[in-house]
DNA sequence: AGCTTTCAACTTTTT
DNA sequence: GTTGAAAGCT
């Protein structure tokens, strides 16, 4: 290792972050101003002073961040150190003190933590209700509450409506069962650890004195009570830095407050706060678009994002006659881009929206032009244990020498095979260099195992070869439907889940997930209709086994994290953090972006919270944008004029192509749309 | 009363 | 393309 310090190479904003480490500091980082890479070297400069890996914690949102923030770590403090770093989520963090201090709450050590679902079955025992929306609903308020540092009476003289009352009645029951079976929801990893360390002087130095130095990623992403958990953590000395985006701030509606900004140079009057503004990410042309929409919003703390970029291409303004029209013009700029000399990869596209459901028309026309793609968000569904289980049969069926699945699918649900004969199996397929399912027909097994074990094994690989020629010749929904419960039942499948799982509601929830699973592989059975672009065509019929292929290919790249060069669509929200080369930001009218629903007003704080959004979309492209509005768009079945955005007058798109003279710019802008409608005529010729 | 049909609406999401 | 609510039908 060289002796350079770990911060060579920042610019004087980013090493005056890094450097200020006696007290309490808040970065304001700017898109794309290397908040990541601040935060990673001052944990490096932490190390550097003398702080031990174990006194310094990094809290972001979510585990990816996370997991990423290690990476980075790793890559410049080295494997040894990072591994000791507390990096986590503000949830992981509340995990970890729970454990090890419940039991001065009058929690036991191993308490469970109910997910979302679980948390919806109390709910509805505890209100007395079977109705899920009713349910889904208190949920809502009572989480957003509890995000609030409102305790059940609070809540009820909170409570401005009805609706709200029940919710505050609902929410006292709820946490007397929480307590009653030893659990704790989502918000009590954060509310509880709070609670702990307000009450408890003893647990409050001991963690103060455990956790010397926090950084938080995302601040303004924090809700109130996360806001009181740093300040508890880090106690009199304030030794923490914040790093947040004000103008990212796009969170308020699940509890995220800005008030969170406001509060610090308040709070911790010995503040320092510094701005980074040097962006390096976009061109000039989509900074200036950027700035020139945030000025919209009043600011927290005034800065300015600026490059050495160049200006580079214009931001290019698309009207779209209507939705379908909108998304053939995307899919034609990815065309025209990627037919100009080196090409972009497929994934250097985004195409960007406000609402999930915008996807469905663009997937269409990037599937028509055979252009791959990935939608974010989403695919959980995958993760769940009984899903996982099902899967591995699917994938087992799909490859037989796929080792893991078969392991996954002969022991689940057990069989009376137990790891002594799988161990030998494996032992013995790894000495003929074949798969385990291969090993299971071989003659000289007997060699490695006894009569009784070699026929459960022959039953079981009997069994999955039967099964496969069955999913081979099963085609349409209803077919498939019945092959697969008939699999079901043969496997005993809801009978393993009943008898696994302590809690009869939680089995029923993981069956009501299978059958789901069911369902949506018997619907891709079906040969799907569509309606595209005014041509009707039907998607073949799929037997079961080519489904399986489907799902046994995604999850296996999902497994291995590999990316695959791939348009992403995302909402707008999700996108945050990301960039890409080529941005297209779809949807840009009135309703949509900002949104407003038909029958509300809208707020001024909602406004701001959609222009920050707009705001967050621009930021995303690297080198070229186009921003995309409707004429005529689709509202339930009929079709209405469609407003563009206020957000594009904002952004003074005819202003940002500079200081250019007039007539010189005209005559540029002429020989552009040429080479652009040659470039369309070109690309759309193949597509048809 | 309980069923079917029709109509209109349609955010954003992590732990 | 789905879901929920309200109107209409048996």
Avoid at 306 to 328: C, R
Wanted: include cysteine; charged fraction near 25%; aromatic fraction near 6%.
């Amino acid at each position: 290792m060289s002796s350079a310090p770990p911060s060579a190479g920042l610019n004087p904003a980013q090493l005056a972050a890094v450097h200020h480490l006696d007290g309490p500091c808040l970065v304001i980082a700017g898109a794309g101003s290397g908040k990541t890479r601040v935060i990673t070297t001052k944990i490096a400069q932490l190390l550097v002073s003398g702080y031990r890996p174990s006194q310094i914690a990094a809290i972001t949102f979510t585990n990816k961040a996370a997991q990423e923030m290690r990476e980075r770590a790793k890559s410049l403090v080295g494997n040894k150190a990072a591994k000791d770093l507390a990096i986590s989520t503000f949830h992981s963090l509340g995990v970890r003190l729970l454990r090890e201090e419940g039991s001065r709450l009058g929690l036991k050590e191993q308490f469970s933590i109910l997910d979302s679902d679980d948390v919806l079955n109390v709910l509805k025992d505890a209100g007395g209700t079977v109705d899920i929306n009713q349910a889904k609903r208190w949920q809502w308020t009572i989480s957003l509450w509890k995000n609030q540092g409102l305790n059940p009476t609070q809540a009820a003289h909170a409570a401005k409506d009805e609706d709200e009352r029940a919710a505050a009645a609902v929410m006292v029951r709820y946490q007397e069962r929480l307590s009653a079976y030893q659990a704790v929801d989502f918000d009590d990893l954060i509310t509880l650890p709070l609670k702990l360390l307000t009450t408890d002087t003893e647990a409050r130095e001991k963690w103060q004195n455990k956790l010397r130095y926090v950084l938080v990623d995302e601040y303004q992403d924090t809700n109130a009570v996360q806001y009181e958990l740093l300040k508890a953590l880090v106690g009199e000395r304030g030794m923490f830095t914040a790093v947040g985006d004000d103008d990212q701030s796009i969170y308020g509606w699940r509890g995220a407050t800005i008030e969170n900004l406001k509060r610090l140079p308040q709070d911790y009057p010995a503040l320092k706060v510094i701005p980074l503004e040097q962006n390096y990410r976009s061109t000039g042309s989509i900074l200036r678009a950027a700035n020139n929409v945030i000025a919209g919003n009043p600011k927290l703390f005034e800065k300015k994002l600026w490059s050495e970029y160049g200006d580079g291409e214009p931001i290019a303004l698309l009207v779209a006659d209507g939705e379908e029209h909108e998304a053939e013009r995307a899919v034609a700029r990815i065309q025209a881009l990627r037919a100009d000399g080196k090409g972009p990869a497929f994934k250097d596209f985004a195409i960007l929206y406000r609402a999930n459901h915008q996807a469905r028309i663009f997937e269409q026309a990037l599937r028509r032009a055979q252009i791959p793609y990935k939608v974010s968000g989403g695919q959980s569904f995958f993760d769940k244990a009984e899903i996982k289980d099902l899967c591995g049969w699917l994938r087992l069926l799909v490859n037989q020498d796929d080792d893991p699945a078969f392991l996954r699918a002969v022991t689940t649900p057990k069989r009376g095979i137990g790891h002594q004969t799988l161990g030998s199996l494996g032992k013995f397929s790894a000495q003929w260099k074949c798969s385990m399912f291969e090993a299971l027909f071989s003659e000289s097994l007997a060699t490695a195992l006894n009569a009784r074990a070699i026929a459960g094994l022959h039953e079981f690989g009997r069994y999955i070869n039967d099964l496969q020629c069955r999913a081979r010749h099963t085609e349409g929904e209803t077919a498939a439907r019945a092959m697969l419960m008939e699999w079901l039942k043969d496997i005993s499948y809801e009978t393993h889940l009943l008898e696994h799982e302590e809690n009869e509601k939680v089995a029923q929830a993981r069956w009501g997930n299978v059958l789901d699973f069911v369902d949506w592989i018997a619907k891709r059975c079906g040969g799907q209709h569509s309606e595209e672009g005014g041509v009707s065509f039907t998607e073949p019929k799929q037997s079961v086994l080519d489904v399986a292929q489907t799902i046994s290919i995604i999850l296996s790249l999902a497994e291995r994290g590999e990316e695959q060069d791939q348009v992403t669509l995302t909402t707008l929200h999700a996108s945050k953090g990301l960039e890409w080369p080529h941005v297209v930001l779809v949807g840009v009218n009135e309703g949509l972006l900002p949104f407003k629903r038909e029958d509300e007003e809208m707020t001024l704080e909602a406004l701001q919270e959609e222009r920050r959004l707009m705001y967050v979309g621009i930021t995303r492209a690297r080198t070229t944008l186009a921003v995309s509005t409707l004429r005529r768009r689709k509202r339930g079945r009929d079709t209405v004029a469609g407003i563009p955005s206020r957000f594009l007058a904002e952004m003074k798109l005819d202003e940002a192509s500079g200081r250019e003279d007039p007539r010189e710019k005209l005559k540029r802008l002429r020989a552009e749309l040429a080479a652009k409608a040659d470039k369309a005529d070109n690309a759309a010729k193949p597509a048809d």
